[in-house]
């Protein structure tokens, strides 16, 4: 069983979604914010998952997600909410 | 049975598969099964949905809140009938909004008269493992369940492959490959549906070992059947409206001295429970072909999204609504309008008597007002159900959320101003799906600015008698910009309102954003049809019964007098016209007009007219006034009521009616300065009591809908006065 706490550890490097370049994959390694955490863990951002940066809205924000390795689904979030999830 | 006491003497275990059983032996006797649709949105399950009920299906509320409860009777079997019950999309059993609650609460008590006997879980084939998160939340609270595999073109073209024998295994419940769009496996599903299930027989998560002390107390307490529902009691206790105050006060208690917090062990729930799917698909799932090359549908967003085109192609296809709104509307309405003035005066000229008058000038008028919306209303939600159906709206969201964010709103926000172009009545109970309650305030607020469809008919009619019917470009239509301007006025003035509001409220909870965007598809006509036929029904049945009893009140207050005066003001119109030897028609005409000034109608107009003259409204737009306020589709009915009893001839349509009335001096009355100001009072004033009390409901009190109506109305009243002062 995981630890919780894992799900909000203070990581060695502190690159997140929000860094991504446009086109960019990257692995999820944990979720920074507890109360953002689960909707995102429902949403499919689940530690280990693959995250292509796929588009930025016309003035910068939303972006939009491709999850999963098979290019999943895409889902649209704001950057701040993709600040936090953190990469590895 | 909402106490401790009361579930111990009667164990709802116990009470629960009586029930069960009685409902068994019930479907043999001909009576329903209720069966809940539940899955993630996008999951195609509205699809399922029609697929299953046709054209069998109707909209109530659940009992208390103002959540959509859509119902449909399915026919499993000749024999066999089934009630389904549409269940709005969530991910998951830990509710984020307003409409997540409502499903949640409906599986956890079993007593309820709502509590399904089952439940069918529509899951995305090509996105298993985070749509089978949801499934296994259901399958571990002990409901028996069918999980309809849904989208397996799409997971095919994926190159996902699903050994389903082995998906049916390891899940424990019977497992149905669909594809609902095209309608394929629809006859297995139903066939499986008509059999009585059993609750699943696998379980997917035990709740940690340090909560099990705490769960088994909250489970004999209550009496429960399994521990995750203890758990679940355990989390949402505050929304749980069947349980007693003292069964919360107990929760709260209790978990408060076990320490528990909800937000990390729902965390860590979803996350063993990840890990528990993976497992299952690593066994059940190959994937074949990894494609590489980009989906079509993020190759479409770079087009539509593009921070040029995006732009340009939505107000392209906004545009497009109204010229077809308007436009192309037309023809169906004067058809509409023509048969109602037809038949009048088909029975005027065969019968006489009080109530023949009754009849055409109040029933068929006021009727004709209800009918003549139907193409307007058919065409504007055929537009929003393809725009929602494609998934071009959450594009949409998508775009304008940086923008509406600076106005205090939300790109969620666009979906209930768009609809409230509409309706705003289904538009704010649409401002559901925003979880953020500022956001959520201020978007109810001011979604009753946009202009809907209701205004409508007072836009065409007097659009028509002031705006030339010119062609601009060859195919548009001068009077199509004209009503354009006026939405994008309400448009307008929602957006600044909303700015205003974020700087006089405050709040510190945060507003989220997070959304899946649906692949593009093409709509499902069958859906837009019954989108269509639904709306149209509300309207004619809702809004309709309103306009026809106003109708044939308003009829009567024209008709009729104080005791007496009627009858002397005839006499004496008679007496004048006699001396002034008037044509025996301008006499009549003379003696309908003062009758009509001095019936109850005309003095209540009269009474309010000090107070609209300044806008340059008189005692007749005052009734109409007065009669909007029920609903404002209303006015065409009024205004064609009262000036079809000051006129013989009862074949003009409204708006030649209102073209022939005159002021004092003989000149059109209806000018374009008070045309004008009349538009600008209807495109702001809160004149809509279904609106008011969408609002109270979603807001849970007077205060919201007291200030939009004292609000609204007053931004109306002080606009139309500044343009009725500029322009005349």
Not at chain 2, 359 to 369: D, K, S, W
Request: charged content about 15%.
């Amino acid at each position: 069983m995981p630890d919780p706490s894992t799900l909000v550890s203070a990581p060695t490097t502190r690159r997140s979604v929000k860094d991504l370049k446009l086109g960019e994959s990257a692995t999820i390694c944990c979720l920074e914010d507890p109360e953002m955490a689960l909707k995102l863990l429902e949403m499919g951002c689940i530690p280990g998952t693959q995250v292509r940066l796929n588009s930025r809205a016309p003035l910068g924000c939303p972006i939009t997600l491709v999850v999963g390795e098979h290019c999943d689904y895409t889902l649209s979030l704001r950057v701040s909410e993709a600040a936090t999830i953190l990469l590895k | 049975m909402t106490s401790g006491e009361d579930m111990i003497t009667d164990p709802a275990g116990v009470a629960g598969s009586a029930e069960r059983l009685q409902v068994a032996a019930g479907r043999a006797g001909g009576l329903l099964a209720r069966i809940a649709l539940v899955g993630n949105p996008n999951s195609g399950k509205s699809s399922l949905f029609n697929q299953l009920t046709g054209l069998n299906q109707k909209v109530g509320n659940f009992p208390g809140v103002t959540v959509d409860r859509k119902t449909g009777i399915s026919q499993l079997t000749p024999q066999l009938r089934a009630e389904i019950i549409d269940l709005p999309g969530t991910y998951s059993l830990y509710p984020k909004s307003l409409d997540e609650k409502v499903i949640t609460s409906l599986f956890y008590d079993h007593t309820s008269p709502q509590y399904p006997d089952f439940v069918v879980v529509t899951v995305d084939a090509s996105n298993l493992r985070r749509n089978l998160l949801l499934f296994t939340q259901l399958a571990d609270l002990g409901l028996p369940a069918i999980l309809a595999l849904n989208m397996m073109d799409t997971a095919e073209q994926h190159g996902i492959q699903i050994d389903i024998e082995a998906l049916q295994q390891e899940l424990g419940v019977p497992v149905v490959p669909l594809n609902a769009r095209k309608g394929v496996g629809i006859a297995a599903l139903k066939i499986l549906m008509s059999q009585t299930l059993g609750p699943p027989t696998v379980g997917f998560y035990e709740p940690e070992e340090d909560l099990v002390p705490m769960v088994r107390q909250i489970r004999y307490y209550f009496n429960l059947h399994n521990d995750y529902l203890a758990l679940h009691y355990a989390h949402q206790y505050r929304h749980l409206t069947f349980l007693s105050p003292d069964d919360r006060a107990y929760l709260e208690e209790l978990t408060t001295q076990y320490d528990f917090k909800p937000t990390v062990r729902q965390a860590q729930e979803t996350i063993a429970r990840y890990a528990r799917v993976n497992e299952i698909l690593l066994n059940c799932v190959t994937v074949t072909r990894t494609e590489q090359n980009e989906p079509y549908s993020n190759r479409l967003d770079k087009v539509l999204t593009h921070r040029v085109w995006g732009y340009a192609i939505f107000f392209g296809v906004l545009f497009l609504m109204f010229q077809a709104v308007f436009a192309w509307a037309s023809y169906p309405m004067e058809l509409i309008d023509q048969g109602v003035a037809w038949i009048n005066g088909l029975i005027q000229t065969n019968f006489s008597g009080p109530l023949i008058n009754l009849l055409t000038e109040g029933v068929l008028a006021g009727l004709g007002g209800v009918l003549i919306f139907i193409p307007q209303i058919a065409l504007l939600f055929a537009f929003i159900a393809v725009l929602e159906e494609t998934g071009y709206m959450a594009r949409v969201t998508f775009m304008m959320d940086r923008i509406m964010r600076r106005f205090g709103l939300n790109g969620k926000s666009i979906v209930p101003l768009i609809s409230g172009v509409a309706c705003a009545v289904p538009a704010i109970m649409s401002a559901r799906t925003i979880e953020n309650r500022k956001d959520r305030l201020i978007t109810i607020f001011v979604t009753p600015l946009m202009s809907c469809s209701a205004r409508i008919p007072v836009y065409t009619v007097l659009i028509g008698l002031v705006v030339p019917d010119e062609a601009v470009l060859g195919i548009f239509n001068l009077r199509g910009f004209a009503l354009m301007g006026l939405y994008l006025l309400g448009f307008f003035a929602a957006i600044f309102s909303a700015w205003a509001m974020k700087l006089l409220m405050r709040t510190n909870e945060r507003s989220y954003f997070i959304m899946e965007f649906p692949v593009y598809r093409w709509p499902r006509w069958k859906n837009v049809g019954i989108t269509i036929l639904e709306k149209v029904k509300t309207f004619v049945f809702q809004a309709g019964k309103v306009i026809l009893a106003i109708s044939i009140i308003l009829w009567v207050l024209a008709t009729y007098g104080p005791p007496g005066r009627l009858e002397q003001v005839e006499t004496q119109a008679r007496a004048t016209a006699a001396t002034q030897r008037l044509s025996p028609d301008e006499t009549e005409a003379r003696v309908a007009s003062e009758r009509l000034e001095n019936s109850y109608a005309g003095i209540f107009g009269h009474v309010l007219e000090p107070a609209i003259r300044p806008l340059g409204f008189d005692w007749k737009i005052g009734i109409s006034l007065i009669t909007s306020f029920a609903a404002r589709e209303v006015f065409v009915g009024t205004m064609s009521t009262i000036y079809s009893v000051g006129q013989d001839a009862n074949e003009l349509t409204v708006q030649q009616k209102l073209a022939a009335e005159k002021d004092i001096y003989g000149q059109p009355f209806f000018t374009p300065a008070r045309s004008f100001s009349l538009l600008v009072f209807y495109v702001f004033a809160m004149q809509c009591m279904s609106t008011l009390a969408a609002t109270y409901r979603e807001t849970k009190g007077w205060k919201w809908p007291m200030l939009q109506l004292v609000y609204m109305t007053g931004l109306a009243y002080v606009s139309s006065w500044i343009v009725y002062s500029l322009m005349s």
